[in-house]
């Protein structure tokens, strides 16, 4: 797991180069907010439950940036944050991320 979370992380940092001269800026910071989702996908793996929950806040600002507050393609992360925030014991805000994934579908 902690080699995934590297090469995510390393691919992270190409992606934000990129999107800081691309044309396609939007392009690569999808690229940056997906793999920002798959630390956080390790961190869950992990029993990393704050920081999981903070990679997959991080990426959902990124998408929401992008997006719109309520697209589809957003909610396995969201769904992901809610189980995060369940397992840090924070209940309130994960019910608030399981809410906002109803509005997104």
Do not use: T
């Amino acid at each position: 797991l902690m080699a995934s979370q590297a090469a995510f992380e390393d691919a992270l940092i190409v992606y934000k180069l990129q999107a800081s001269k691309a044309r396609q800026k939007a392009h690569w910071l999808l690229a940056s907010a997906e793999a920002i989702s798959n630390i956080g996908s390790v961190q869950l793996k992990r029993a990393m439950y704050g920081p999981a929950s903070k990679s997959f806040s991080e990426a959902l600002m990124i998408q929401r940036e992008l997006l719109g507050g309520h697209h589809p393609i957003m909610i396995p992360i969201m769904d992901n944050l809610g189980y995060a925030l369940s397992k840090n014991q924070m209940l309130v805000a994960a019910v608030e991320s399981y809410e906002e994934m109803l509005h997104a579908q």
